[in-house]
């Protein structure tokens, strides 16, 4: 398996719901990402998993929630969002954080 | 912080035409850079990638130079064909934990 998946596609929620955004790879990978990306602009760094472990969290708001379950998952979860946040959430994976970052093919956010 | 800049924001090619994207990156310690493809709607693809112990690297139609000294790398487009139309992204790292740095992206159109 070459690919990371990710879950919902789409997702339209409220400012008071809390939902989860789910990614999976199974190309034995130790390092996974989560990007915002807006349109037109370039993926935005949220956070960065080495070896299950969070290495990186570039100043997320607590609203954003990462999870590292196993060397194959990365979740985010999301709570009291605001409309700001609607974007395009792109979850990524590395063999280490200097190689290839193969990416999933996202979940749009829609935040109402 | 490494930064990295990219020109030009959109570039309009006719279909057979080369084209040609620049990047300039700010930390002399970066090592990594790869450059990702992103379709209307799509996930971002690596398209090709090139480390700092290298000056060129080619692939089929397209290829990337990199020029230390100068801090920037480009990447060249021969024989333009309609769906190279996308949004290029240029991206610089550092070799060890730190993640990938973007550019803010060229949209390449070309015209049949």
Request: aromatic residues 8%.
């Amino acid at each position: 398996d070459t690919e990371v998946t990710q879950t919902p596609k789409h997702l339209v929620m409220g400012m008071t719901n809390k939902k989860s955004l789910k990614c999976e790879q199974h190309m034995g990978h130790r390092a996974m990402y989560w990007y915002k990306q807006k349109a037109k602009k370039p993926p935005e760094l949220m956070f960065v998993y080495s070896y299950e472990k969070l290495s990186i969290n570039e100043s997320v708001p607590s609203r954003f929630s990462p999870e590292c379950p196993n060397s194959s998952l990365l979740n985010l979860h999301l709570h009291a969002l605001q409309p700001e946040d609607s974007a395009l959430y792109l979850c990524a994976s590395s063999l280490g954080q200097n190689n290839e970052q193969f990416f999933g093919p996202g979940t749009r956010l829609t935040v109402l | 912080g490494e930064n990295v800049e990219q020109h030009p924001s959109t570039l309009s090619v006719q279909e057979g035409d080369s084209a040609v994207i620049k990047c300039t990156y700010s930390d002399s310690a970066s090592n990594y850079f790869p450059w990702y493809k992103q379709e209307l709607g799509k996930r971002p693809q690596l398209i090709i990638d090139i480390r700092s112990n290298v000056g060129e690297k080619k692939d089929q139609r397209i290829a990337v130079t990199l020029n230390k000294t100068a801090k920037h790398f480009s990447l060249h487009i021969t024989e333009t064909q309609p769906e190279d139309s996308a949004v290029y992204f240029c991206a610089a790292s550092i070799s060890g934990n730190t993640p990938l740095v973007f550019g803010k992206g060229t949209r390449l159109s070309v015209i049949a």
